[in-house]
């Protein structure tokens, strides 16, 4: 139902890497929970409103008015990799 | 043989401005310039675990001001999305912003037609460095700073109503100064605080499909985005006329060289898998919220640039000058309210004159001239109680000093000579100090008559008419 | 002593500490030795001493252990993932601010669900939690760590989240009390999401007056979580003692099938009991709710799957070493998170991408709001539905680890309120097999002080006693017990 090529494609999208033995359980085992998921089709939906949002809340927004920021220590600190006060990251381009 | 087939060129333009809150979009770190790389963080804008959006309730305040001057719907409820992409500057893995419900949507400015207007968060500064230092020696890297990151942006999309450079130009031109107009950015695109995309393609004359489009990627100035839709019109015409297609891709317009390249060839086609963020509800717009943006509309450049043509008469592109320029628009309202001056010559003596001696970019309200001096000398000059360039020395010593016109003229003994009686003699001097002069004049070549014009003026420091000069000289060598 | 003071309601030790009876220091440490001689593998991390200074309030000094999901400033908050590991975050959630500044004391972060996706605890990247009722089986997820160490007695209280019975089940499984409460009611800010609509943090307690306590201290509109509404009233302390004119409703669609016998007798007996109170039963139609898994299982994943895009490898957790951003972005997703989220960020990501949308999310946004209007119709009626809180009792380690859908059955009576947003308190109302029974009650929004109220009535009723594995029950000694201690269930 789900195909290795859609599982790798579905995983470039969402940036994971799957060993070929992963591709092949994921294709499994998406293909029976998206079976299951079919039941959602035996409804007809069409004149049926969404539900994003559970709980009626009044539009919540904030005052501009400016807090303490975060030192830039305290930014970096848990970052695997720092240089010059930045996060450093591997170019896209290697 | 068959004629050349004509093109043309179909343009639909991105911009984004970046409004100037105090805070950002979705958090209350302050908007940082020029700061040390991540001072203005927090756990929302660093996308921490846990951490969650809140809206600026003054980001929609200037989203709705930018609608009322799009002349967009503003919608009553609007719904921020997620688009997700992954890159370093984007810490969540999608960026909040307004997908099919936006704040603003239709509207027309300059004749060009507004698609949408929405609100959303900027990126955060990914600066590329070479190799060295760090963990991964010797490979390539870059260095992210968020302070930047979660900067409110609103993104105005155009419909592809625009037909040359020239018209893109002069249309990001308009919208700057009304953004500038409405106070809700500084719109600075060397700042980046306007960044402009183009989705430019052509289709010969009369077609009505579109063709393939490109788009033409985040170009930092008035000059490069005329150079660069013009670069990429031709090179898609020359395509186009070799018999090869037009590729969709997004490229990048390098100024120096002129030279256009494809920016994403390796990448994937986006799948951005917008949703409603689930963090935020929609936004619905109060009555209130409605009534305090309209309160808050000064008086648009395009309306005050038809008014000071229509109402008062200014050729256009006075008119378009005073009204772009918000501050010298101002300074000459004040001077046309505190003074007796006819609108077109002070208008004239603004835009020329004092921008002349002030420089372009300075706002004159802080010179030394005041509005009122300015109007009072164009009085002066309108009756002729001083020349015009008795007028320009006037105006040397209220840019130098300030003061008052009517002093200056007294002290430094300005005002225009009376008539024939006072001048006579003056002219007589002059055409005896340059006989040779007087002789070829009296002998019908009126061409010198300029050396005696400019010893009279020289004589009565400009005080004197021009044309009464030139009058009693050729009363005077009986012409 | 100490086994004495364990079985001290939260409620009564900390109004002895307010009185001066007991005194704080002690009852900090009984629990923190407690804690961290955990055998069940609850706590991930386990309090050094009561962190600064003590603070008078109605929870005065009562310890309080925390799903690892929490934020809590300079501790680990690893949230169950690789991807997370030693992770302590520069600021603490709201909730456990707010309990913090009711004078609750952190005794340590609970063992769960990698990012509270399971129903068993075995996702968890530090090992599973074992159920003190039976170390050979689960204690429920995602909360297991939390449900296991208030049953064992190796935490007065506790935290937990529930996104679609993460609370209700591992609550039910290890026979304590847990409410899910309306989604909105407390602050999600600094709980590390799962599912953005429908993660809501609740309270574990032995008593429904210790979880009403815990509530009325977490509840809140928090200005840092615009979905957050807070509850329009004061959460007050159950006092009923009978059922009389309280309607109770039994979804038409529970017909026993899927539903362990032991369960159902249970539940029944419970109906009784209720019945005896002076509570009417009445079948009620919820036609919608067997979609609800269905739906559940597109929308939690679709969330997930973007919640859990910030796990890149650029400014905290982990990180793959590669020489690309491409590479260093996938290795390090490969190997930071578990397989079941793998795939459900797959699943998301799937019904999220193009030409999908419609299919799924959208569809499963409208049968939302169908299960929601069901739950509507049926509240005209009756003022609560009432089924067990899960099909089965606790099932064995490692039983259901190789059939995801199978697992995921296991939120079958649980997720229609998650859809819903709607509250729900799972009690234990008898045993299977040696094991807990949790009965589900759920009430419209908001309607959480009669909740309570009617739990509270059944509790006394129900009588059920979890001293077995509190480890104050004499025949069992002071620590957490097994199967292979003596006088207990196996
Ligand atoms: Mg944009
Ligand atoms: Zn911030």
């Known amino acids: 139902m789900i195909s290795r090529d859609q599982v790798l494609h579905v995983a470039r999208l969402a940036r994971l890497e799957l060993t070929d033995e992963e591709t092949v359980t994921m294709s499994e085992e998406l293909s029976k929970v998206l079976g299951h998921i079919e039941k959602l089709s035996e409804l007809d939906l069409t004149a ?17 008015e400016p807090h303490v920021s975060l030192s830039q220590e305290v930014a970096l600190a848990a970052a695997p990799d720092v240089a010059d006060g930045g996060f450093r990251v591997p170019s896209p381009q290697a | 043989m068959t004629p050349a087939v004509e093109y043309e060129t179909v343009i639909g333009l991105e911009i984004h401005v970046q409004l100037a809150t105090r805070t950002k979009m979705f958090c209350s770190c302050g908007l940082g310039f020029g700061e040390e790389p991540n001072t203005r963080t927090c756990p929302v804008c660093l996308a921490l675990p846990g951490a969650l959006p809140v809206i600026n309730a003054e980001a929609i305040h200037f989203g709705l001001m930018i609608g009322l001057a799009l002349g967009c719907k503003l919608n009553d409820r609007s719904i921020f999305d997620r688009k997700q992409y992954f890159y370093p500057d984007s810490p969540k893995g999608y960026q909040i912003s307004q997908n099919e419900d936006p704040l603003c949507s239709g509207g027309e400015l300059g004749g060009v037609r507004i698609h949408r207007a929405h609100l959303e968060e900027d990126a955060a500064k990914t600066i590329h460095s070479g190799g060295g230092g760090g963990r991964i020696q010797g490979s390539a890297a870059s260095v992210v700073d968020f302070n930047r990151g979660g900067t409110p942006l609103c993104e105005i999309v155009t419909e592809p109503d625009i037909t040359s450079a ?29 960044r402009c995309d183009a989705n430019i393609s052509i289709r010969p004359v009369g077609q009505q499909e579109l063709g393939v489009k490109t788009e033409l990627k985040n170009m930092n100035s008035f000059r490069f985005i005329e150079r660069g839709i013009r670069a990429e019109v031709a090179r898609q015409e020359g395509l186009l006329r070799a018999g090869e297609p037009v590729v969709q891709e997004t490229l990048h317009f390098d100024p120096r060289t002129e030279r256009l390249t494809s920016m994403r060839s390796k990448e994937e086609a986006h799948d951005y898998r917008y949703f409603p963020e689930p963090d935020l509800t929609p936004v619905t717009i109060t009555p209130e919220m409605l009534e305090r943006a309209r309160a808050a509309m000064p008086e648009l450049p395009a309306a005050r640039q038809a008014r000071f043509a229509d109402e008062l008469g200014l050729n256009p592109d006075t008119a378009k000058l005073l009204a772009w320029r918000t501050e010298l628009g101002d300074y000459f309202e004040a001077a046309l309210a505190e003074g007796d001056a006819d609108a077109v010559p002070l208008a004239n003596w603004t835009t020329n004159e004092l921008v002349q001696r002030l420089g372009a970019d300075v706002d004159p309200a802080g010179s030394n001239v005041r509005p009122a001096a300015l109007a009072g000398l164009v009085t002066l000059v309108t009756e002729k109680k001083i020349t015009a360039g008795a007028g320009k020395t006037v105006l040397d010593k209220l840019v130098a000093e300030g003061g008052d016109p009517t002093a200056i003229v007294e002290t430094e003994n300005l005002a225009a000579m009376g008539g024939a009686e006072e001048l006579a003699p003056v002219v007589a001097a002059a055409l005896e100090a340059q006989p040779d002069v007087a002789a070829r004049i009296r002998g019908g070549d ?15 420091k400009g005080r004197a008419d021009g044309k009464e000069v030139t009058r009693l000289v050729r009363e005077q060598l009986g012409l | 002593m100490s086994a004495e003071l364990i079985a001290l309601s939260a409620k009564a030790a900390a109004d002895a500490m307010a009185s001066g009876d007991l005194d704080r220091t002690e009852y900090f440490e009984a629990y923190r030795a407690r804690a961290a001689a955990d055998e069940l593998n609850a706590f991930t991390w386990v309090a050094e001493e009561a962190a600064g200074e003590p603070v008078d309030g109605e929870l005065g000094g009562v310890p309080l252990a925390v799903k690892d999901l929490f934020c809590t400033e300079g501790v680990p908050s690893q949230a169950g993932s690789r991807i997370l590991e030693d992770y302590r975050p520069p600021y603490t959630a709201t909730v456990v601010e707010k309990l913090a500044a009711a004078g609750t004391v952190l005794l340590g972060k609970t063992n769960q669900d990698e990012f509270a996706m399971g129903s068993s605890n075995e996702n968890s990247a530090y090992g599973p939690v074992l159920n003190p009722w039976d170390r050979t089986r689960v204690p429920g997820g995602s909360s297991g760590g939390s449900a296991a160490a208030v049953a064992a007695g190796l935490a007065p209280w506790a935290l937990g989240t529930d996104t679609g019975g993460s609370i209700r089940q591992p609550a039910a499984l290890c026979g304590i009390t847990g409410l899910k409460p309306t989604y909105g009611t ?35 509109k928090d200005p840092r979580d615009a979905t957050s509404v807070g509850h329009p ?56 709710a067997d979609f609800g898994l269905s739906a559940y299982y597109v929308l939690a994943p679709a969330e997930c799957s973007s919640n859990l895009a910030r796990f890149d490898g650029v400014r905290y957790g982990m990180r793959a070493e590669a020489a690309d951003l491409t590479s260093m972005y996938t290795r390090t997703r490969h190997d930071g998170f578990g397989p079941e989220v793998k795939r459900r960020i797959m699943l998301g990501t799937y019904a999220l991408s193009s030409g999908f949308y419609d299919a799924y999310y959208a569809s499963a946004q409208k049968v939302r709001t169908l299960i929601a209007d069901d739950f509507a119709k049926a509240f005209d009626r009756i003022d ?6 899960s099909p089965g009792v606790a099932f064995g380690l490692g039983a259901l680890t190789d059939d995801p859908l199978a697992m995921y059955l296991n939120d079958y009576f649980t997720v229609p309120m998650s859809l819903a947003g709607i509250p729900a308190i799972s009690l234990p109302c008898g045993l299977s097999e040696g094991l807990p029974v949790g009965l589900q009650l759920a009430g419209p929004a908001f309607s959480e002080n009669r909740l309570l109220d009617a739990a509270h009535a059944l509790e006394g009723a129900l009588g059920f006693d979890g001293s077995a594995v509190l480890g104050t029950n004499p025949r069992g000694g002071d620590g957490p017990v097994g199967p292979n201690d003596g006088g207990l269930v196996g």
């Open chain 1, 48 to 64: 049926v409103a969404p539900t994003s949002h559970v709980v009626a809340v009044d539009v919540a927004l904030r005052a501009d």
């Open chain 2, 166 to 194: 020239e018209q893109a130009g002069e249309f990001l031109r308009l919208l700057r100064t009304t953004m500038r107009r409405i106070g809700v950015s500084d719109v600075n695109m060397e700042e980046g605080s306007l």
């Open chain 2, 446 to 460: 009126m061409k010198p008559i300029g050396a005696i014009i400019g010893a009279v003026m020289k004589e009565t």
């Open chain 3, 186 to 220: 407390c602050s999600r800010y600094g709980m590390i999401a799962f599912a953005s609509s429908l993660d809501q943090a609740g309270p574990f307690a032995r008593d429904v007056t210790d979880t009403a306590l815990l509530y009325r201290h977490m509840a809140g």
């Open chain 3, 233 to 288: 009233d004061e959460i007050v302390l159950p006092t009923a003692q009978d059922l009389r004119g309280v309607r109770l409703g039994v979804p038409e669609n529970l017909t026993g099938e899927g539903v362990e016998p032991g369960v159902l007798a249970a539940f029944e007996a419970a109906l009784e009991q209720a019945k005896a109170l002076g509570a009417t039963v009445e079948r009620v139609p919820l036609p919608h």
């Open chain 3, 384 to 389: 609560f539905l009432v089924t067990p809180t």
